[in-house]
């Protein structure tokens, strides 16, 4: 990346399990630009024994936020394997909360260029249902996604991310999507909002 050259991204936020990753992959697969969940990140690096692991895995076990340095190597790294060929990242599942934002700045400082937020909204019993319909599909369940945890995932929600929308509100974007509607009616209304914003690439995504 040259030094005039800026990551453009996007934040995607909102309930565990309403929606966020599924979304993000419609937009991808439309507008051709990069996504990637910083909860796979993150159970990844725990999978791959990184020496950060064990810390990783306390606190996604206890529904509590990884602290930002973490998760923001885990980005960049990301983001600098993948340079060069994207124009604009999905971030999907950050920042949480306020250190989570000041710790992403920090890190990447004018090497970022945040074009919005988008929130996608979701009750919490529908999402605990979505939950549990995943997992029942999944062969390995996620480590942070027992109804404990999940619970705990929503108050750190409503106490932390949510209200965390007001400091991005001062520099930037947010848009706010219903998400307990179907699926293809919550990225139409996504779509909507997008499209003014992303330019459908011409050429075919690099495989991640």
């Given amino acids: 990346m040259t030094s005039a050259a800026k990551w453009k991204i996007i934040f995607v936020l909102g309930a565990p399990g309403g929606g966020k990753n599924t979304q993000c992959d419609l937009i991808e697969e439309k507008y051709q630009i990069f996504h990637f969940s910083c909860g796979d990140l993150l159970r990844d690096a725990v999978n791959e024994k ?6 990783i895995n306390k606190y996604m076990k206890e529904g509590k936020i990884v602290p930002a340095k973490i998760t923001c190597g885990l980005q960049k790294k990301c983001m600098q394997k993948n340079q060069g060929d994207y124009e604009y990242y999905l971030c999907d599942g950050f920042p949480r909360n306020e250190e989570n934002l000041k710790g992403f700045q920090e890190i990447f400082g004018k090497e970022i260029e945040i074009s919005g937020v988008l929130y996608i909204d979701c009750s919490e019993e529908e999402c605990i249902k979505r939950i549990k319909g995943r997992n029942e599909q999944l062969a390995q369940k996620r480590i942070d996604d027992n109804i404990e945890s999940i619970k705990k995932r929503f108050k750190v929600m409503n106490e932390e991310t949510i209200p965390n929308l007001e400091n991005f509100k001062k520099f930037t974007k947010v848009w706010m999507v219903d998400g307990g509607k179907a699926k293809d009616a919550v990225f139409t209304e996504i779509d909507n909002i997008l499209k ?5 690439r011409t050429t075919p995504l690099k495989k991640k």
């Fill in 196 to 200: 003014d914003v992303l330019k459908k």
């Fill in 50 to 55: 990184v020496p950060e692991a064990e810390e």
